[in-house]
T-cell receptor, first 111, second 114 residues
C-alpha cells in the first residue's frame, strides 16, 4: 500500500536554530513529491515539487531534497514567521492521479 | 490574480439535507480535486478530475459526488450529509504535465453536520 510518513510530528526551534523535516514514502513509483506550508485555518500553500532522486530546490530559508525513499525539508536559521505545519504529498506512477498526503510536521519557532 | 475560490466558507446543516460546495479556478487548469482535512488524519483526497467530464475517486469518496461540466468549476455534492462528514474541505487545481506542477488550494470550507 502506498504510504507517506512525516517526522517529527511536532518540532520546536529557537530562532536561528537550523533543522530538517523528514518525509519518507513507500510507493510503487514516484511521479512527483510536493511540499506545502499550511497556516492555521488556511489552505495549503505550495512550496516545492521534486521529481527525481538527487533533485534539490531552494526558496529563502527552505531547501528541499529528494532521495529514492525520502525527502527532507531543511530550514536554515528559521524565524518565528516560519512557524506553520509543513505537509508532504506524493503522486504515484500508477494509472491514477491521486495525491497522497503525509500527516504533517507542526513547526514552532520561538523568538 | 491566480486563485481558487470556494463557497460557502462556513456551513452548518442537518443530517440528510442535500448541499453543494462550489469551487472555481481562474487559471485554466485541467486538474481539480477535493480534499477533507480532519485532526489526526491529515488531508485525504475525495475526488479528482483530470479534465471536463473526467472524474475519479480518491481515497474517501463515499457519501460524496462531483461533476465537471466546465473546466473552471468543480462542485462537491453531499446528497445526504451525515455527522461523520463534519470536516474542513479544500478544493485545489493544478496544470498537469507542467515541468513544475504547482497545486493551488482554495481557502477551505468548514462544514458542520448536526
Amino acid at each position: 500500500e502506498d504510504q507517506v510518513t512525516q517526522s517529527p510530528e511536532a518540532l520546536r526551534l529557537q530562532e536561528g536554530e537550523s533543522s530538517s523535516l523528514n518525509c519518507s514514502y513507500t510507493v510503487s513509483g514516484l511521479r512527483g513529491l510536493f511540499w506545502y506550508r499550511q497556516d492555521p485555518g488556511k489552505g495549503p500553500e505550495f512550496l516545492f515539487t521534486l521529481y527525481s532522486a538527487g533533485e534539490e530546490k531552494e526558496k529563502e530559508r527552505l531547501k528541499a531534497t529528494l532521495t529514492k525513499k525520502e525527502s527532507f525539508l531543511h530550514i536554515t536559521a528559521p524565524k518565528p514567521e516560519d512557524s506553520a505545519t509543513y505537509l508532504c504529498a506524493v503522486r504515484t506512477m500508477d494509472s491514477s492521479y491521486k495525491l497522497i498526503f503525509g500527516s504533517g510536521t507542526r513547526l514552532l519557532v520561538r523568538p | 490574480e491566480a486563485q481558487v475560490t470556494q463557497n460557502p466558507r462556513y456551513l452548518i446543516t442537518v443530517t440528510g439535507k442535500k448541499l453543494t460546495v462550489t469551487c472555481s479556478q481562474n487559471m485554466n487548469h485541467e486538474y481539480m480535486s477535493w480534499y477533507r482535512q480532519d485532526p489526526g488524519l491529515g488531508l485525504r483526497q475525495i475526488y479528482y478530475s483530470m479534465n471536463v467530464e473526467v472524474t475519479d475517486k480518491g481515497d474517501v469518496p463515499e457519501g460524496y459526488k462531483v461533476s465537471r461540466k466546465e473546466k473552471r468549476n468543480f462542485p462537491l455534492i453531499l446528497e445526504s450529509p451525515s455527522p461523520n462528514q463534519t470536516s474542513l474541505y479544500f478544493c485545489a487545481s493544478s496544470l498537469l504535465g507542467a515541468f513544475q506542477e504547482t497545486q493551488y488550494f482554495g481557502p477551505g470550507t468548514r462544514l458542520l453536520v448536526l
